[in-house]
């Protein structure tokens, strides 16, 4: 069962991957500057081994300031990584390099996965435009194994996307 799952989250990610690579022409390598705090909190020891991680949004809450990354292996498959900082302190949230279907809520909880979503988006939105968002958005739905987590709905539809019917949202 848990194969199947990787499947769909792989595929789905994939999927997404695809559409906006092809999507931009203007696709870039600039590096978001990553504070060293976070910096040292980077997993090491991965497989695949992460070539290099992109600052993508961050938030404030409960005093802990948290940090989602996109991670990069050497085939340029991206993995969502999430490190909290607390003073001078940092931790690793959130990793899935397996592909597992694992919301951001199930590991952070709703109110940090719904800020931090919210900030993936804008960022997207800031590369590709609105109108490539909403094509993505609706290729995404009607793909196989298209499915949506409930912190992703709530902040394209608080950035005043449609979301289509088809969308499966998983926990």
């Known amino acids: 069962m848990?194969?199947?799952?990787?499947f769909l989250r792989f595929g789905l990610l994939s999927l997404l991957s695809?559409?906006?690579?092809?999507?931009?022409?203007?696709?870039?390598?600039?590096?978001?500057?990553?504070?060293s705090t976070v910096r040292t909190c980077l997993p090491t020891q991965t497989l695949p081994p992460i070539v290099r991680s992109e600052l993508i949004t961050q938030t404030r809450l409960h005093g802990k300031d948290y940090y989602l990354l996109t991670a990069y292996s050497a085939s340029g498959e991206?993995?969502?990584?999430?490190?909290?900082?607390?003073?001078?302190?940092?931790?690793?949230?959130?990793?899935?390099?397996?592909?597992e279907i694992v919301s951001l809520t199930a590991a952070l909880g709703q109110e940090v996965a719904r800020q931090l979503s919210l900030g993936r988006y804008?960022?997207?939105?800031?590369?590709?435009g609105r109108a490539r968002m909403q094509q993505r958005i609706n290729q995404a739905a009607t793909a196989p194994n298209g499915l949506f987590y409930p912190e992703d709905v709530w902040a394209l539809r608080q950035l005043g996307f449609s979301i289509p019917t088809t969308v499966h949202v998983t926990e």
């Open 2 to 6: 848990l194969h199947r799952f990787h």
């Open 18 to 35: 695809v559409l906006l690579v092809l999507g931009s022409a203007e696709l870039t390598h600039a590096q978001t500057d990553i504070p």
């Open 78 to 99: 991206g993995i969502d990584l999430v490190i909290s900082v607390t003073g001078d302190r940092c931790g690793e949230e959130f990793f899935n390099p397996a592909g």
């Open 122 to 128: 804008q960022h997207e939105i800031e590369q590709f």
